[in-house]
């Protein structure tokens, strides 16, 4: 399943978290997916946002699906399995 920020969302909210003072500055933020095959029901988690300083890890929220996503037909199923073969061929 192709997740884009549309399709998921935080399993908790995360209006504001705390950091040391020393730490906090340059803060960046990584999203790792999770490889899912449909069907994929409503809140699966589906990967996580990691935001780091420099130091380290400063807090991991997990990402969840925002709704279910259905089987494909065949059509479009035989199609994400060639698409598949050929990521899997070259990565």
């Given at each position: 399943?192709?997740?884009?920020?549309?399709?998921?969302?935080?399993?908790?909210?995360?209006?504001?978290?705390?950091?040391?003072?020393?730490?906090?500055?340059?803060?960046?933020?990584?999203?790792?997916?999770?490889?899912?095959?449909?069907?994929?029901?409503?809140?699966?988690?589906?990967?996580k946002l990691i935001l780091?300083?420099?130091?380290?890890?400063?807090?991991?929220?997990?990402?969840?699906?925002?709704?279910?996503?259905?089987?494909?037909?065949?059509?479009?199923?035989a199609w994400d399995s060639?698409?598949?073969?050929?990521?899997?061929?070259?990565?």
């Amino acid at each position: 399943v192709n997740l884009i920020a549309d399709n998921a969302y935080a399993a908790e909210p995360l209006a504001a978290f705390t950091v040391p003072l020393d730490r906090g500055n340059n803060i960046r933020w990584e999203i790792a997916i999770e490889d899912l095959m449909a069907p994929v029901d409503h809140g699966k988690a589906a990967g996580k946002l990691i935001l780091y300083d420099e130091f380290g890890e400063l807090e991991t929220v997990t990402l969840v699906s925002a709704g279910p996503v259905e089987r494909g037909n065949f059509i479009k199923r035989a199609w994400d399995s060639f698409l598949l073969f050929f990521k899997n061929l070259f990565s």
